[in-house]
């Protein structure tokens, strides 16, 4: 009896192993890249007989030794509502299979922002998003330090619904409903992304093997006692605490009396009202008069954005907390909590380095139904903590920024999947080095299209927004710098660049603005990949040539015509002779040229547009596509010499 119980379970155990099974891409609602053969693979056991089934035709393979399978499916025109059935010593259904274009889809936070961050700008678009053809595969956050893998857990596809695309990424979910509009071809959108991560993490090991540094730095990581070590260091801990949270009864408690609190002006940072080179945590209250019309509606508030992190309590009770300074604060609240009258708003903020406080120029409203209550004014604050100074110095290992981590993770179990192209929005994290993104973006499109190995395949990126404070002399900036490079970018075969440099904000790095740049993206996509005969980007510098006293600028992308978008005359033209030191410039428009000069240089060499972290700009053409910003220095510019290229 005991031997038949041995056997049964041995025969249990490896008729489970010989189930065959697929990577989960490969799953219902999936979107496969119509027009072109595809990949279907998988495992099972060594040497296994394996069958798919498609339309009432079968293709037969058998599973290598080492337990590998791939059958690939010939070219299919675009269709809906198919279903996949694979046998081996089981059977795989499957089910409401689209083919039509798939895109891979990638970068940092403002390619991962999905819908619901921007919910307010784009309710109405959320609400009619009822597109069962337009698909999302969002990849979770996932490091490998030495070697890729071969499939992505917990992932699948979503179809477009109100309730799926909250999570859908915004500027992807727009990009695919315009090209979707337009050829009503089913749209498969695979979003592998991470906020806050370099060029470096997204390309393959051997796409960085000609940076000397870099790869040296992912031989270094495949050592796991090196790695380890940075586990090891101690942190330096401070040995006060929060009075806020110390104290009884807590702050934000309704039976607490408030003692010693000072005023202070929501929006705007502590340190420019008297709080000075504080890195801690400061509390913030008021009482907020609640009229009776606000009673039995759904409420929200509106914080704005809080740097870095922030708790709120409504009337004692705990409503909403985000850990980090990015996104725009936008709490629902509970049912019941607000009362007719007064009402006690009480905030934690924390910021450990640079201005803390409440970014202005962001809602700070309470909104119930249609009726709205302003919260910008005077509050009162107390500070709740100071942290101490950290001396020394405390090396610490981001994982997710290290070189090629990402790639081996989130995009090689990717790459035998047939798509259409790739759409990629990042730089932010490489601003502060922006002299070798040029040759690191260029390497990272020619790594993806050979790992990819399905040809040249198209590749479209957005140029930087602008951000930060403005400047109103001409200045240097290397948000600058690595817009420059990324334009360098497209000397690449076939790709395409979307200019940003008007839908940023100064005070947020995830501007709200998603759908412009998914649909300059899909403008993009409809002249490069679908050989529409558009203007799908704004003027682009071609040339520019020394004429006596000015610079005379020519363009390629001048559509029907270049315009100042607000006719005032042309802003962000800078010009400067052998010194290199730039003015503002006088720039007008001459047919389809710009002629640059000032009349304190006589000898002009050089001319900048837009070369500014947060630059104004009305320089477009009539199709409504900004310029791309642009710089001439470092070339000699004469009559027989002018300047070109990128």
Known sequence: ???????????????????????????????????????????????????????????????????KWEIILPAQAAATSQEIVLKGKNEIRIKNVAFGDVYFCSGQSNMVHQMELHHVLYAKDIAEANNPDIRHFWIPTMTQLSGPKDDIPNASWKVTNPENVRQFSAVAYFFAKKIYDKYKIPIGLINASVGGTPIEAWTSEEGLKDFESIYATIQKNKDTAF????????????????????????????????????????????????????????????????????????????LGRIVDADVLYINGKQVGQTTYMYPQRRYPLPDGLLKAGKNIFVVKVTNNGGKGGFVPDKPYSLIAGNDTLDLKGTWQYKVGE??????????????????????????????????????????????????????????????????????ELPFLFVQLPNFMDANYLPSESQWAELREAQLKATEVPNTAMAVGIDLGEWNDIHPDNKKDVGERLALAAQKLIYSENVVASGPVLKNAEIAGDKIILGFENTGSGLISKDQEPLREF????????????????????????????????????????????????????????FRTDGQDLDEKKPWKGK
Do not use: C, H
């Not at 990577?23 to 990949?39: C, E, G, W, Y």
């Not at 730089?427 to 040759?439: K, V």
């Open 1 to 67: 009896m005991k031997n038949k119980i041995i056997y049964f379970l041995l025969f249990f155990s490896i008729s489970s192993i010989a189930q065959i099974r697929v990577p989960s891409l490969i799953s219902d609602n999936m979107v496969l890249q119509r027009d072109k053969p595809i990949k279907v693979w998988g495992w099972a056991s060594p040497k296994e007989k394996i069958s798919l089934t498609l339309n009432k035709k079968t293709l037969k393979t058998t599973a290598t030794p080492e337990g």
């Open 227 to 302: 790695v380890n070590r940075f586990s090891r260091f101690p942190r330096p801990q401070t040995k006060s605490e929060d009075k806020g949270l110390a104290e009884s009864p807590k702050w934000f408690e309704m039976n607490y009396q408030p003692k010693g609190w000072r005023p202070i002006t929501v929006p705007g940072y502590w340190e420019d009202q008297g709080i000075k080179d504080l890195n801690g945590v400061v509390w913030y209250r008021k009482e907020v008069e609640v009229p009776a019309s606000f009673m039995g509606k759904p409420a929200k508030v509106f």
């Open 386 to 455: 100071a942290f101490a100074p950290m001396g020394g110095f405390f090396p610490g290992f981001s994982a997710q920024n290290q070189p090629a981590v990402l790639y081996n993770a989130m995009a090689a179990p990717v790459t035998p999947y047939s798509i259409k192209g790739f759409l990629w929005y990042q730089g932010e994290s490489n601003a502060g080095r922006p002299q070798i993104y040029a040759d690191l973006q260029k390497a990272q499109i020619l790594d993806w299209r050979k790992q990819w190995n399905q040809g």
């Open 574 to 629: 800078a010009i400067a002779g052998a010194n290199k030191k730039f003015i503002w410039a006088k720039a007008e428009i001459v047919g389809d040229k710009i002629e640059v000069s000032d009349p304190k240089i006589k000898k002009p060499l050089y001319v900048r547009y837009a070369w500014a972290d947060n630059p104004d700009v009305n320089f477009y053409n009539k199709e409504g596509l900004p310029a791309s910003p």
